[in-house]
């Protein structure tokens, strides 16, 4: 969004631009939703998203666009959008056909705004929509951090990091990096984002069992 954001600012004489945050906290776009026990627990966890929007994408959202001059617009946060939306029946709200965020790519079928193989298409993990075909992002950045992080360095991540514990090499990277722009302020970020109810370690929708690459 940082590097989107510098080529706006820079090549073009926009100043106002839309982002899609919220969508997926709001409409239940994650891929995980598929695993919710239950309609009530989606519809908690989906509340609880939007609530901690302001730690996470918004944040990202809020400080990329800023950094180079432009205002963000949010419109799947919009107050109205967001209250009439969450007042639909859970059960309504959950996956359908095997498509995230259902009612919403239903609203646009057939109305010939967005070409049907797209509308319907899977959702696609982040680091797959800004690679190539050959090897994920995901990929490449675990190769790049395996050398940049030892064994050893993870093992005693809990000592050295106590409070949210980076469990990975690529965790463990991110937060030395965080460490260094912003010592003993790890309170920041109350706790590290996980899928639920699948015992993810890992954030990156590559490693759930339903994502369909």
Do not use: C
């Not at 996470?56 to 809020?62: E, K, W």
């Amino acid at each position: 969004m940082y590097l989107v954001s510098k080529y706006i600012s820079q090549q073009t004489d926009t100043i106002v631009v839309f982002s899609g945050e919220g969508a997926d906290e709001v409409a239940q776009g994650y891929i995980y939703f598929h695993k919710a026990p239950s309609a009530k627990e989606a519809d908690e966890e989906s509340r609880r998203l939007l609530h901690d929007l302001y730690m996470f994408d918004n944040l990202r959202a809020d400080r990329t666009t800023a950094a180079w001059g432009l205002e963000v617009r949010v419109p799947f946060l919009d107050h109205n959008f967001t209250a009439n939306y969450l007042s639909i029946p859970p059960e309504d709200r959950q996956p359908k056909n095997a498509s995230e965020k259902y009612l919403i790519r239903s609203a646009f079928a057939g109305s010939g705004l967005i070409p049907e193989e797209i509308l319907w298409r899977p959702k696609e993990a982040f680091s797959d929509g800004v690679s190539s075909q050959k090897e994920s992002w995901f990929q490449t950045l675990q190769t790049y951090i395996e050398s940049k992080v030892s064994d050893d360095q993870l093992k005693n991540a809990a000592t050295t990091y106590p409070f949210n514990t980076p469990p990975t090499k690529e965790a463990y990277f991110y937060r030395e990096i965080f460490e260094k722009n912003y010592p003993e302020r790890s309170d920041l970020i109350r706790y590290l984002w996980m899928p639920k109810w699948i015992g993810a370690t890992d954030p990156s929708a590559r490693t759930l069992n339903h994502y369909r690459p």
